[in-house]
Each structure stands twice: as C-alpha cells, then as structure tokens.
C-alpha cells in the first residue's frame, strides 16, 4: 500500500492532464532498478497515459535506459508490448 501513496502524486498528474487542454505529453522514465511493486504502479501509470493518448492528447514516452543494461531496454520493449503504444528508446553513456 505504501507503494500507491509514493506514486500517488504521479497518478494525479496524469488526471490533472486528462483535464486540462494540453494536447502533447511528453513523459520521461530513467530507471535503474525498481521492484514489482513499482512494476505495478509503473504499468498502471503507462495505461493512464495510453487511455490519454486515446483520448486524442500526443503522448510520447521516452525510456532511458543504460547502453549495457539489457535488461532495463528488454523491460521497456515488455511495457510497450503490454500497452500497445510506441516508445521512444533512449540509450544513455
């Protein structure tokens, strides 16, 4: 439960901006590790922001990532599978 009070501000910034007459959104994830837990509340952030997308707002999603960390590109190519919404891939030194 402590993991939704972490992210609930994020969660109402998305809703603040279904609201609002901004038309783009450009969204920033740069992680190096994060549990199931932020797994959870990451993939319900994502769906927030695609039903945004479908609402007609452009909405971009840049995933950083590490150039050697495989796993953390692997796991942003699982997200936009699981979304269904392109993903800009960002490889960083």
């Known amino acids: 439960i402590f993991f939704f009070i972490f992210y609930n501000p994020v969660f109402q910034a998305i809703r ?20 199931t837990s932020s797994a959870r509340c990451i993939f319900l952030m994502l769906k927030e922001l695609k039903d945004l997308a479908v609402s007609g707002k ?4 840049n995933w950083h990532y590490e150039e050697a960390d495989e ?17 800009n891939y960002i490889p960083e030194n």
């Open 16 to 35: 603040d901006l279904a609201k609002s007459n901004v038309l783009k959104i450009v969204v920033d994830f740069q992680l190096e590790y994060f549990n």
């Open 58 to 61: 452009n909405v971009n999603i």
């Open 71 to 87: 796993d953390m590109l692997e796991t942003g190519e699982d997200f936009e599978e699981l979304i269904e919404m392109t993903f």
